[in-house]
């Protein structure tokens, strides 16, 4: 079964820092490239970070640029997004989700984990 | 940064009936446009990529056109089960990514 697990997130102060992390299974995490999307509280959906299969890209919001880094283990099946300096308006519910392989989407997507910000 | 514009807000339907949504972009995205559907409490599930191309075990129903800045996700026949909330997001200029503000479908 192809499948996304995101962990690590919890409540933490501003100006803290989280590392996020996303176990992939069920296919060859390292033909794809990966992505992290975010969803405040009762909002919309909002993409973080990019990743290519071989790390050699990345892309950043510009809502995060500088605070936030994101990283891959191949041989570890592993996503990861580094986060520093962290803001009230950071809280949010925070999806690893796969790039399709052919054509422009994001076809797998994990079940999310929650990061808060708050004092 | 290209702003994604999803109308209606909401729409309010009864099962059995046609739905069409609509995202128009803020220039021009080619066919770099998908939509996803989300319910509540559950992560987003991709319907359609490319602007009208369906993703793997997306009934029939769902239908996705357009190209350029107007797109139409259109649901033929709506089932209880998709009552939701529905995202349109373009990688036709990128980064960044970017999703619209979303659509609610609901039940009249």
């Known amino acids: 079964e192809v499948q996304l697990v995101e962990s690590g997130g919890g409540l933490v102060q501003p100006g803290g820092s989280l590392r996020l992390s996303c176990a992939a299974s069920g296919f060859t995490f390292s033909s794809y490239s990966m992505n992290w999307v975010r969803q405040a509280p009762g909002k919309g959906l909002e993409w973080v970070s990019y990743i290519s299969s071989s790390s050699s890209t990345v892309y950043y919001a510009d809502s995060v640029k500088g605070r936030f880094t994101i990283s891959r283990d191949n041989a570890k099946n592993s996503l990861n997004l580094q986060m520093i300096s962290l803001r009230d308006e950071d809280t949010a519910v925070y999806y690893c989700a796969r790039d399709m392989w052919v054509g422009n989407g994001m076809d797998v997507w994990g079940q999310g984990t929650t990061v808060t910000v708050s004092s | 940064e290209i702003v994604l514009t999803q109308s209606p807000a909401t729409l309010s339907l009864s099962p059995g009936e046609r739905a069409t949504l609509s995202c128009r972009a803020s220039q021009s995205v080619n066919s770099y446009l998908a939509w996803y559907q989300q319910k509540p409490g559950q992560a987003p599930r991709l319907l359609i990529y490319d602007a009208s191309n369906r993703a793997t075990g997306i ?3 769902f239908g996705g056109s357009g190209s350029g800045t107007d797109f139409t ?5 709506l089932e209880p ?6 995202f349109c997001q373009q990688r036709g200029n990128w980064p960044p990514i970017t999703f619209g503000q979303g659509t609610r479908l609901e039940i009249k």
């Open chain 2, 59 to 61: 009934p029939a129903r």
């Open chain 2, 73 to 77: 996700l259109t649901i033929s026949s």
């Open chain 2, 81 to 86: 089960e998709d009552f939701a909330i529905y």
